[in-house]
């Protein structure tokens, strides 16, 4: 085979400014957000002339999520830029997923909430079918999925599963799944994914999330490496990891998932196929974009927006709890308020060290006086971030699994199982997230098959 370089990115999110990104709604709807709304015009222009431009590699798969919800003129728009970057001499291979449809989507200005014009499903076909289906040499249309040559010796297994909630490949797609990547075998061909959702938890506490990963993510995984398909590339979490199984058989999966461009992390993959057992991953910073940041980098305003999520969550916990269960989809659940205001209070007003000694555990003196709001929010960043610090054997890893071990007996007794249906332990799940022991999440030299 020849050796194959390409871009990655995902989550674009794309939303026509003009449609209205402003007022009292737009602010409070943004309380509780990751992802840019307003900025994403400016950043994906800002994406797209840097990948024009660019001539580390041809190639640029797209992994899902290309309008912010659905919008009619934010699909026109973001067309036009994929046509620009074709133009450029680029390949463009991409999917949609679950924001690219929406018979009600919404925009905001002094007025209130708006109804833009939504986008069918059964659109997305044609709409997109110059960005990966003219190149297919296998389609599956009703799942939106396809399958195109890359390179000599490299194909790109294009898969959608939207169709369905929660998300998963139903039996047809299964087996057309299975067919196409025998028959890539059979033809010599390295076979690589890109699926938007995670086929791999992102992070361990992941696994909990329904909407996390791929519904049956082991059985479905173990299928794909067991039949040579042994890399995916995913989005949909925002976040920034690479993560590794072996299979019962002894084969090897990878998924690489990467931030979302408009969003903390905010960053592309230039990936090299330098033979058909070596995959290089490397990651690129989205370039800065025009939009008025007060001074700050473009990389510190994304975290900053990041942050804010965070920190008004943990002060609605005492403010507002009726509103943080909503976030999370728990219903009106009143007799849990009373709790969530206390806990609120002392999350606000409390540090690290005295947090520590209200367990009885040890905290390094340089993190004692660290607000613990703050130490929650730097954590929980960084679980997106990837290359997580909060690593034992580091004062803020070791003060996170000392809390951890003293609260171990109570973690047990809360039974909670993964979307596979196993039974999770919290203390692992929690101390695997917070801390990276695991694939660099950045940069990584991946061996497709055991030698």
Not at 29 to 53: D, G, H, P, W
Request: net charge negative; with cysteine.
């Amino acid at each position: 085979m020849t050796p194959l370089k390409f871009f990655v990115i995902t989550d674009t999110h794309f939303f026509k400014n003009s449609l209205g990104a402003r007022g009292a709604g737009y602010d409070d709807f943004m309380r509780y957000e990751q992802k840019c709304f307003a900025e994403t015009e400016a950043i994906n222009n800002a994406v797209f002339s840097y990948l024009e431009k660019a001539d580390a590699a041809d190639i640029v798969l797209i992994a899902g999520d290309l309008s912010f919800n659905g919008e009619k003129q934010s699909h026109l728009a973001f067309i036009e830029l994929l046509k620009s970057l074709k133009n450029s001499g680029k390949r463009v291979f991409v999917i949609t997923a679950a924001h690219d449809f929406n018979d009600k989507p919404f925009a905001f200005d002094e007025s209130g909430r708006l109804s833009p014009e939504g986008t069918a499903r059964e659109e997305l076909f044609n709409m997109y079918y110059d960005f990966g289906f003219s190149e297919a040499i296998a389609v599956d249309e009703k799942h939106l999925s396809y399958v195109a040559q890359l390179g000599e010796g490299v194909r790109l297994l294009a898969l959608n599963n939207d169709l369905h909630n929660p998300r998963a490949y139903d039996e047809e797609q299964l087996e057309w799944i299975k067919c196409q990547a025998r028959a890539a075998r059979e033809d010599g061909q390295t076979m690589i994914a890109m699926n938007h959702y995670p086929l791999l938890p992102g992070q361990p506490l992941f696994s909990l999330v329904g909407d996390a990963v791929q519904r049956n993510y082991d059985e479905v995984t173990t299928m794909l490496a067991d039949e040579g398909v042994h890399l995916s590339f995913t989005g949909h979490m925002h976040n920034q990891s690479i993560n590794e199984k072996i299979t019962p058989a002894g084969n090897r999966f990878y998924d690489v998932c990467t931030g979302a461009v408009i969003a903390c992390p905010a960053y592309m993959r230039l990936v090299s196929v330098t033979d058909r057992n070596t995959v290089e991953i490397n990651s690129i910073p989205i370039p800065a974009f025009e939009w008025e940041t007060s001074g700050r980098s473009c990389e510190k305003y994304l975290s900053d927006l990041f942050d804010s999520m965070i920190l008004n969550i943990l002060s609605d916990m005492k403010n507002d709890p009726g509103r943080m269960l909503s976030k999370f989809h728990a219903g009106d659940k009143k007799k849990l308020f009373p709790l969530l205001k206390f806990v609120g209070k002392r999350v606000d007003s409390m540090s690290v060290g005295s947090f520590c000694r209200m367990l009885c555990v040890k905290c390094d003196p340089t993190i004692k006086k660290l607000p613990l709001k703050d130490y929650i929010t730097e954590m929980v960043r960084g679980v997106f971030v990837g290359n997580q610090t909060y690593n034992e054997g580091t004062a803020r890893g070791d003060a996170l699994i000392a809390v951890l071990r003293r609260l171990n007996p109570i973690l047990k007794k809360i039974k909670v199982r993964d979307v596979c249906g196993n039974q999770a332990d919290l203390f692992m799940l929690i101390k695997e997230s917070a801390g990276n022991y695991g694939l660099d999440d950045y940069t990584a030299t991946l061996k497709l098959t055991r030698e």
